[in-house]
Nanobody, 114 residues
Framework: VQLVESGGGLVQPGGSLRLSCAASGFPFSSYGMSWYRQAPGKERELVATITRTGGNTKYADSVKGRFTVSRDNVKNTIYLQMNSLKPEDTSVYYC????????WGQGTQVTVSS
């Protein structure tokens, strides 16, 4: 299993970013996928989950209405569109298979700051 996250960066409060996660090494369309994040000194937090076909999604209360998870089963990629970003969204963001593969990528850093 290989998961490669990208798209992070520095953005001002209220701004937007789109994260991508390229997956390989397993039958992508057979698995749900999730986005997690981890801020320094904090536990890893589940942010969003999407089912195999993309027909159902779930979000943490802290991001509901601001973040949107989607997937492309042809490109073996999931996305996280993040709008109205807040300083508290600053974290390293990771994607993961559902159920957890036990293998994590390097993550992508998102910093929300003026």
């Amino acid at each position: 299993v290989q998961l490669v996250e990208s798209g992070g960066g520095l953005v001002q409060p209220g701004g937007s970013l789109r994260l991508s996660c390229a997956a390989s090494g397993f039958p992508f369309s057979s698995y749900g996928m999730s986005w997690y994040r981890q801020a320094p000194g904090k536990e890893r937090e589940l942010v969003a989950t999407i089912t195999r076909t993309g027909g159902n999604t779930k979000y943490a209360d802290s991001v509901k209405g601001r973040f949107t998870v989607s997937r492309d089963n042809v490109k073996n990629t999931i996305y996280l569109q993040m709008n109205s970003l807040k300083p508290e969204d600053t974290s390293v963001y990771y994607c993961q298979r559902v159920p957890d593969s036990g293998s994590w990528g390097q993550g992508t850093q998102v910093t929300v700051s003026s």
